[in-house]
């Protein structure tokens, strides 16, 4: 249903930020962790005022409807994609590949030659899909003791 559709990226608003947080939360329950681990991820996943404004943030919408975001830090000549979340019915159609291909974009715009990201053990296969290469781990900001698959993006810069 959502191939069909036309994604729109834009940047979020203030107004969002409890919406943009939610769709966090929510994206990350999609791969059934328990109540405890989400209370856990909480922090991470917040979205404020101050990130939005520090931070090179996008959403993706179809028909007015928020389903997902992508967020990319950036210190040329590297960069780090913070978050990349999509509405639980929506993945597996298009949407995520979309804010990765923005993120890729945004960063070579900022003079960015590679980003790293800490993935999701379930999205593995997405961003072995989307070109990144797992270069190790990194512990949880969430969770101690558990270990995320550490992903490299090189981005071609144009001449």
Not at 35 to 41: P, W
Not at 70 to 86: C, N, R, T
Not at 93 to 115: D, M, P, T
């Amino acid at each position: 249903m959502w191939g069909l559709r036309i994604v729109i990226l834009r940047p979020p608003i203030s107004s969002e930020c409890e919406s943009l947080t939610a769709l966090c939360l929510s994206s990350k329950a999609y791969w059934g962790y328990d109540s405890a681990f989400m209370e856990a991820c909480k922090d991470e996943l917040t979205l404020t005022d101050t990130i939005l404004q520090t931070s090179e943030l996008i959403v993706a919408e179809v028909d007015g409807v928020i389903l997902g975001l992508a967020q990319l830090d950036v210190s040329p000549p590297v960069g780090v994609l913070e978050k990349l979340f999509v509405d639980g019915g929506a993945i597996g159609k298009g949407v995520g590949k979309h804010l990765f291909l923005w993120a890729v974009a945004r960063a070579s715009e900022l003079g960015i030659n590679q980003f790293t990201l800490d993935g999701d053990p379930n999205a593995v296969p997405f961003y072995l899909h989307m070109g990144a290469i797992q270069i190790g781990s990194s512990p949880s900001g969430s969770i101690p003791g558990r270990l995320l698959p550490k992903f490299q993006y090189d981005v071609v810069l144009p001449d």
